[in-house]
């Protein structure tokens, strides 16, 4: 019956692909399966009893192999699934998980060890292969973090730094205008832009802008813009035309790329003399004037719904010029319909009374601290932590009219 058994058993090992191998206390081979020495190439048990690890691997291995064997035979207790790699005297380099328990006799006296080796060689070599991809995605991605920081070092730089004071010459305390702005872009990198340009020495042109988009595309656009708007300051004077003439150009810059783009904006001329306003809109939210006189928030434009047509949609798009007008004490603010996209059901348009009343509840704020307090509002409203959209807020303090 013993035979039987030993025989089954030997049956059992050598069918099974994993290397199984009994050893004596000191470590050497006692019993192998088929596996292993397969694995080392010897046909004939002869040839690898009596042996231990120091005669098939190299030192660096077969000396952890046995002071493992050594802790398994003090301790009594298994080392399961343990990774080993193999340095074998031949030059090849194996990977296995390995597995050592204790060698019992009849009486429970340790007498050596049982280990099972399974190669794992083809599965490591794939686990460091994804494991060097891996890195070189994060080197990547580590670069492409540092070219957009530095792309919204420049973008930010774009922006106005400081703003011209009315009449020339005035100080910041004295100036007819003051101004604050906030931008916020949803990523890195935004295609919102605004720019305030001194038309004359009594008269401030305000730009806003929004590209279709955000992210690297949309914040090239507003690169673009900023140079465009330096060769168009002899129009900076005629709302209107000052829109015509961007739009031809931006037609032109947009007109052979594969994909559609637009630019939606407003641009504006105060004169600071009389209070007068005109402006040209080109499919983008009509500013809010905000009467502190009298107590009342409107939008500014005849014509509350956006227009139609947006920068370099059609190379022949006219844009009327609007008139209106401001009195001292009163703000005019400017944004981007990322103030208005909230989500989930909370999307206001500029006409909404619950918009302007987002505003009204900050008005009597200035400058900055408005700015920040309808930023406050709007996510207060739409329950959220952050906007889905490029943000840019722009305000226009008539602090008083030289004309007066």
């Known amino acids: 019956m013993a035979q039987i058994d030993h025989h089954l058993l030997m049956a059992l090992m050598d069918s099974i692909p994993d290397r199984i191998y009994f050893k004596d206390r000191e470590g ?44 398994v035979l003090a301790t009594g207790i298994p080392i399961v699934g343990k990774l080993e790699r193999e340095n074998m005297q031949d030059g090849r380099v194996t990977w296995a998980s390995t597995t050592k328990v204790p060698l019992r006799d009849g009486q429970g006296n340790i007498i050596g060890t049982c280990g099972i080796s399974r190669d794992v060689t083809e599965e490591h070599q794939k686990a460091e292969q994804l494991s060097e991809y891996t890195q070189a995605l994060a080197d990547k991605q580590e670069q492409m973090d540092k070219e957009l920081a530095l792309a919204r070092e420049v973008q930010q730089a ?7 004071a009315f009449p020339r010459g005035a100080s910041a305390t004295t100036s007819a205008l003051s101004f604050s702005h906030r931008y916020l872009p949803e990523g890195r990198v935004g295609g919102d832009f605004f720019t305030v340009i001194q038309v004359s020495d009594t008269q401030a042109g305000v730009l806003i802008c929004d590209v279709m ?22 129009y900076s004077g005629e709302p209107g035309i000052f829109l015509g003439e961007l739009n031809r150009r931006l037609h032109h810059f947009f007109e052979p790329l594969s994909t559609s783009m637009f630019v939606t904006a407003l641009y504006l001329v105060i004169d600071t003399l009389t209070g007068a ?34 920068l370099g949609v059609s190379k022949d798009s006219v844009y009327p010029t609007e008139e209106d007008s401001v009195k001292a004490g009163d703000l005019l603010l400017l944004y981007t319909d990322g103030l208005c996209d909230l989500g989930e059901g909370k999307d206001l348009t500029p006409d909404d009374p619950r918009f302007l009343s987002l505003i009204e509840t900050c008005s009597r704020q200035k400058g900055e601290a408005f700015l920040e307090g309808l930023l406050a509002q709007a996510l207060e409203f739409a329950g959220s932590e952050h906007f889905l959209d490029d943000v840019c807020l722009v305000g226009i303090e008539v602090e008083r009219l030289i004309g007066s």
């Open 28 to 71: 050497h081979f006692i019993s192998v399966n088929r596996a292993l020495k397969d694995f080392h190439n010897i046909t004939e048990d002869s040839a690898i009893i009596g042996l231990t690890d120091f005669d098939l691997f190299l030192p660096e291995h077969a000396e952890e192999a046995f002071a493992d064997e050594q802790q």
């Open 277 to 310: 306003v005109r402006l040209a809109n080109a499919g983008h939210p009509h500013p809010v004037h905000i009467c502190r006189e009298q107590h009342q928030v409107r939008t500014m434009g005849s014509d509350p719904e956006w227009p139609p047509f947006a």
């Open 158 to 164: 774009l922006l106005p730094q400081s703003y011209p």
């Open 213 to 234: 988009g955000h992210g690297v595309h949309a914040a090239l656009v507003t690169a673009v813009q900023r140079v465009l708007v330096e060769e168009l300051q002899i």
